[in-house]
């Protein structure tokens, strides 16, 4: 018997209505649609996903069983435009409603996927994503700057392990839309904001995953432009690490999660500690290795021979010494007497030179009254007075009578005696006639 339509007073068994859904729905059997995978999972061979209208904000969730899933192919993956037959299907007992797919076949690229690809290489044709772009992240940021969703998982993640990687790290955070159409416009806010503050030296952009759908607001033009134009540091932690919106290659770091965001930015505390013990356990190390090599430098320095005795270079020069001494008392000695021998030589040819010496042999000088030497009887006339120089002094005298020369016929024997007075009167004439 068919039952009546439910009323007040006649309601429906909860399994009656389930039924009629379930025969509802198996009449639309099998249909082909086309849309855009915004989600790919895969779990225990099977396949969970998300499939997106084209045009309009509908999306529907499709299961792929592991037998249907060796009949489809293999490169099926996010953001891929494609064709699927599905058929949905009531589960009676759970009261949920899912989309098998018996058949998936690939379109082209999706336009969500091709707008981005578009915009990417525009980005990257002005140096947006050029690496000398990045700038290094301080060492440790007094203030961090936090973009992320109210009470969100990304929010406690990273202030969690921030402060217990140094307590010290203090946040200013600043909420925003993480999924949706506010996400963009609400995004560029909280970064211009945190950028204005000079307190904030580091600014991280969080959101704890989603599917390429839900982070499409991250690859918005408007938000990698203010992230670019930001002079604090940013840090892009979106999604997990499969996920990649443009904010990533335009942050001055990625970080696959806000964990790893926070680990990244703040340094541990207790490894810092233990990094700075290290360093001085080194360098206390290398001090006394030092010290103890000079020690022991100065330990054998102290050992040779001009350290261990002061006296040792006396007592080893000592022979060499006296013999250095006996050659130059030698030499001194020896140089003594042949300049002695020189100057006795040179003294007697001084006094062979000398007139003195040739008066003392027995010459003498005359001179006329003018003074100058008488070399011929006729510079002394008869009666002329003449000065005579010997030996012992001079003594005036008066020429007398000319006597006869050997010009004048006079013998040899005469020549010669004339020749002994006038030596012996004219020294000069002695050397010339010598």
Do not use: C
Not at 206 to 222: H, I, K, T, V, Y
């Amino acid at each position: 018997m068919t039952p009546g339509p439910p009323t007040l007073d006649a309601p429906w068994p909860v399994a009656l209505l389930a039924d009629r859904i379930r025969g509802w729905i198996d009449r639309l059997g099998t249909a082909w649609v086309e849309g855009e995978i915004t989600q790919w999972g895969v779990s225990g061979g099977n396949v969970y996903g998300k499939l997106k209208d084209l045009r309009e904000d509908a999306t529907i969730s499709f299961t792929i069983w592991s037998s249907v899933r060796a009949r489809i192919p293999a490169d099926l993956k996010q953001g891929d435009r494609v064709i699927a037959a599905v058929k949905p299907n009531y589960w009676v007992k759970g009261g949920s409603l899912t989309m098998q797919v018996s058949d998936m076949r690939h379109v082209g690229l999706g336009d969500l996927l091709e707008r981005l690809e578009r915009l990417r290489a525009q980005l990257t044709a002005e140096g947006l994503f050029a690496a000398d772009r990045k700038r290094r992240l301080p060492f440790l940021p007094h203030t961090i700057g936090l973009v992320t969703g109210k009470d969100s998982d990304a929010e406690k993640d990273v202030l969690r392990n921030a402060q217990l990687r140094w307590p010290a790290v203090r946040f200013r955070v600043v909420h925003a839309a993480v999924q949706g159409d506010r996400t963009p416009t609400e995004v560029v806010a909280a970064i211009r904001t945190l950028d204005a503050d000079p307190d904030v030296e580091v600014i991280i952009v969080a959101r704890g995953g989603g599917d390429f759908q839900n982070l499409l607001g991250f690859s918005d033009e408007r938000v990698v432009r203010a992230a670019a134009e930001a002079r604090t540091p940013i840090v892009s932690a979106i999604g997990h690490e499969a996920d990649r919106p443009l904010l990533d290659d335009v942050a001055d770091l990625r970080a696959s999660t806000p964990t790893d965001a926070a680990k990244r930015v703040v340094p541990d505390v207790a490894e810092e500690l233990a990094r700075v013990q290290q360093a001085r356990s080194r360098i206390g190390m290398r001090l006394t290795h030092l010290l103890n090599h000079e020690i022991d430098r100065i330990g054998h320095l102290r050992t040779r021979p001009a350290l261990a005795s002061s006296g040792w270079i006396i007592d080893s020069r000592a022979q060499e010494l006296t013999r250095q001494v006996a050659r130059g008392a030698e030499l001194v000695e020896r140089l003594a007497d042949r300049e002695t021998t020189r100057i006795a030589n040179l003294r007697g040819r001084l006094r062979a030179l000398s007139p003195q010496g040739t008066l003392d042999r027995g010459y003498a000088i005359v001179q006329n009254a003018a003074g100058h030497v008488v070399g011929t009887p006729g510079e002394a006339p008869e009666g002329a007075v003449v000065r005579v120089t010997v030996a012992g002094g001079a003594f005036a005298a008066t020429a007398g009578e000319r006597l006869a020369s050997p010009a004048t016929g006079g013998s040899a024997d005469r020549a010669d005696e004339d020749r002994t007075d006038r030596t012996r009167t004219d020294p000069a004439a002695a050397q010339r006639d010598k």
